[in-house]
């Protein structure tokens, strides 16, 4: 028999500490960060608890020291618990999946009578948009008509088929976009303007440059740093490009932002576009400062529908 | 043959855009809705105080323009 293990009570707290020491060292790594952090609260309060409960002893205080020592202890037997619960869960697969990817949108069809209050609300943020063209350029002789406005919201309805959505434009979510081809155009998420700023939940500008010798629009990268992704996979298509009408000279794509418990979401994209009539950078730039309000409040009236959630999930399997 | 090329950007937060945030452009409706947006910052953008506004103006800007995602 090991010297160490022997019954005579003399070894036996440095033994019950390296115990718990091995225990430690197999059960740590395999715990999560959150984990971790948890198990060391509760068993920091569990050993505070011993003095604390000691010194209202020491007061004539039983029934608090009594109450502390039980919480103290309790709650550390909880903690236990959940935390062995949750890695039962991982080893045998059933533990709750996080999604990769989620995004609450709202849901289709969008009722006629809120589909027309929201197409009256793009035709004021269109006409707000060409009066503050007006002021940026005071000697412009912009028309109307050469501002346009479009909402693209996710559909999900060919997810069965492993399309997770396409960004298209819902009926009467469109002002001064006569040709009924452009209106049908689709995006994937991240792909195009409107796809990127569907995904990056920021606002992007562009300006479109018409040149003799190119042989497609400049291909848009999938995040600013990351140069390890093939671009070309994010390029328009023919099919998109046809549609895009040539008088096209700039955008300013708004992100349909809803604050919500998951934090801060797009639900949809807002373009407003200029066609024959050309702006700069600082140009669209003060557009864009004078529509964010406008667009907030267009994100908040969209909010209120009724929503679908879309997650992609990826999961491990044994 | 003729083609468009589109050259992206992100809009930078300066004075000139800031300039540009006006509540009045706004009406009742679209007011109350911005400024219970919960979006860090809008429940000010009415405010009295100039310094207040300006602070809330930027706060809302970088919500909308850098919050990322």
Known sequence: MNDNTQGDGKNLFPNAIACIGRLGEKVIPVLSEKERGLLLLATLVAILSLPGSGFLLWKDQYAWAFAIFCLAIGFFVVVVFAILRSQAQRADGTSPVVPAWTRLVPRLPIPENKLAELSEELEDIRKHAFAKIREIQPATSISQDDVRANVFLPDASNAAIGEVCSLYIPKNLHSGMNDASEREIRFRPNEGLTGRVFCRQRPLGAIVEVTQHGDDWTAIPVHDDDTSVDTRSFELTGDQRNRISSDLQWIVCFPLLAQSTQGRVAMGVLNIDGIHHAMDQRELKLLCGALMLKVVSYSEKLKQLPQTKLSILVEDQK | ?69
């Open chain 2, 1 to 69: 043959m003729t083609v468009l090329n589109l050259r992206e950007f992100e809009f930078a937060i300066d004075d000139e855009l800031l300039t540009q945030f006006r509540l009045d452009d706004l009406d009742y409706e679209e007011q109350q809705l911005v400024s219970s947006s919960g979006i860090p910052g809008a429940a000010y953008l009415g405010s009295s105080d100039e310094r207040t506004r300006a602070e809330a103006r930027r706060a809302v800007a970088e919500f909308f323009l850098l919050g990322g995602g």
